[in-house]
């Protein structure tokens, strides 16, 4: 299986800054990484998919970057509607791994 | 609109069986590959298995094959997942997903959860 690691664990940020988000995978993925953000009581929503791509509806502030092993989820100027946790996900084959979570907080 | 309605958890013994469902609407269901993803108490978010869009191929995690069938009634638009001999740690939230089914694909959809619980 493919491993999915992801840095930091969790962070602190305030309203405004900027949030950078690492993934790094156990062999090359290609471009076939997503990033999920969930909030607590709800289900995952999407943001971005194919590594660079914004999903339909998500704010301009996010935006992902990478290829082959290693991946890069950025929020541009955190919002406070952004507390949240992060996860990538592999697409490159099955089993779909996930990252262990990145929870972001104030 | 799109809809997922997971339903079929709930509390059962070690070594018990449970099936799962989840209710599609909103969209042509027999056109997706659906999945199911958990998430234990606290926890992160964990593949369980999928299907493509007409039943042709499964996939598991390592974790629950040979325990874990996944199918699907493109008739009823719903899709199945019957756990068997289940452990404590397969307790979690379970998710089913729809699954864009381009070639570096995602979840698009995702339902609100259903609940298993394992514990005598």
């Known amino acids: 299986d493919i491993q999915m690691t992801q840095s930091p664990s969790s962070l602190s940020a305030s309203v405004g800054d900027r949030v950078t988000i690492t993934c790094r995978a156990s062999?090359?993925?290609?471009?076939?990484l997503n990033w999920y953000q969930q909030k607590p009581g709800q289900a995952p929503k999407v943001l971005i998919y194919?590594?660079?791509n914004l999903q339909s509806g998500v704010p301009s502030r996010f935006s992902g970057s990478g290829s082959g092993t290693d991946f890069t989820l950025t929020i541009s100027s955190l919002q406070p509607e952004d507390f949240a946790t992060y996860y990538c996900?592999?697409?490159?084959?099955?089993?779909?791994?996930f990252g262990q979570g990145t929870k972001v907080e104030i | 609109e799109v809809q997922l309605v997971e339903s079929g958890g709930g509390l059962v013994q070690p070594g018990g069986s449970l099936r799962l469902s989840c209710a599609a609407s909103?969209?042509?269901?027999?056109?997706?590959?659906m999945h199911w993803v958990r998430q234990s108490p606290g926890k992160g978010l964990e593949f369980v298995s999928g299907?493509?869009?007409?039943?042709?191929?499964?996939y598991y995690a390592n974790s629950v094959k040979g325990r874990f069938t996944i199918s699907r009634d493109n008739s009823n638009n719903t899709l199945y997942l019957q756990m068997g001999s289940l452990r404590a740690e397969d307790m979690g939230l379970y998710y089913c997903?729809?699954?864009?089914?381009?070639?570096?694909?995602?979840?698009?959809?995702w339902g609100q959860g259903t609940l298993v619980t394992v514990s005598s």
């Open positions: 997903a729809r699954d864009t089914g381009y070639t570096s694909s995602w979840y698009d959809y």
């Open positions: 909103g969209f042509t269901f027999s056109s997706y590959s």
């Open positions: 299907i493509r869009s007409n039943g042709d191929r499964t």
């Open positions: 062999q090359s993925i290609a471009s076939s």
């Open positions: 194919a590594a660079s």
């Open positions: 996900q592999q697409s490159y084959n099955s089993p779909r791994t």
